[in-house]
T-cell receptor
Framework: AQSVTQPDIHITVSEGASLELRCNYS??????LFWYVQSPGQGLQLLLK??????LVQGIKGFEAEFKRSQSSFNLRKPSVHWSDAAEYFC??????????FGAGTTVTVRA | NAGVTQTPKFRVLKTGQSMTLLCAQD?????MYWYRQDPGMGLRLIHY???????AKGEVPDGYNVSRLKKQNFLLGLESAAPSQTSVYFC??????????FGPGTRLTVL
């Protein structure tokens, strides 16, 4: 079955430490790839997206993601986490039929 | 430019009651979507529309109906609400069916 997998349900990281969130997808062709962030009680904000070209993409709030075709992965990274980065993060893909498929999400807790 | 707006923000229903959620976008987008968000399940597509007058089923359409009479509006209806429909509902729109822009959500509780 086609799917989007975020293996980590919850990650705790210290403020100032680096963060990496994993995302794997299982679709035949390379889909369009997205990362969204959702703060508590809020809607979804687009962090970054990959359509084609350079496999390392830069987003807002200091986030970046790397697309690896061989691993069917699109992992999100941030070199130094701020307390305001505590939120839930969703990986999403649009395979080829304009419908967005979401992973289950990763909750990030930032400790002082 | 308000983007995507949703009405209402909160609602409490009793089992069996009906209601309609309104989504409006002012970006002249062709595609519109309704999702529900439940803990640990991400967002799941309920129904979507690829243009005015069109609708299609998504992943979890049962118990919901939709209409897209005007390009800028996408309505989600619950004819007979059930506790299993307690969720947060998000609307989204897209120009070309790829990048989607989300509304702020509607929190619905069915007692």
């Amino acid at each position: 079955a086609q799917s989007v997998t975020q293996p980590d349900i919850h990650i705790t990281v210290s403020e100032g430490a680096s963060l990496e969130l994993r995302c794997n997808y299982s679709y035949g062709a390379t889909p369009y790839l997205f990362w969204y962030v959702q703060s508590p009680g809020q809607g979804l904000q687009l962090l970054l997206k990959y359509f084609s070209g350079d496999t390392l993409v830069q987003g807002i709030k200091g986030f970046e993601a790397e697309f690896k075709r061989s691993q069917s992965s699109f992992n999100l990274r941030k070199p130094s986490v701020h307390w305001s980065d505590a939120a839930e993060y969703f990986c999403a893909v649009v395979p080829n039929d304009y419908k967005l498929s979401f992973g289950a999400g990763t909750t990030v807790t930032v400790r002082a | 430019n308000a983007g995507v707006t949703q009405t209402p923000k909160f609602r409490v229903l009793k089992t069996g009651q009906s209601m309609t959620l309104l989504c409006a976008q002012d970006m002249n987008h062709e595609y519109m979507y309704w999702y529900r968000q439940d803990p640990g399940m991400g967002l799941r597509l309920i129904h979507y529309s690829v243009g005015e007058g069109t609708t299609a089923k998504g992943e979890v359409p049962d118990g919901y109906n939709v209409s897209r009479l005007k390009k800028q509006n996408f309505l989600l209806g619950l004819e007979s609400a059930a506790p299993s429909q307690t969720s947060v509902y998000f609307c989204a729109s897209s120009l070309e069916g790829v990048e989607q822009f989300f509304g702020p959500g509607t929190r619905l509780t069915v007692l």
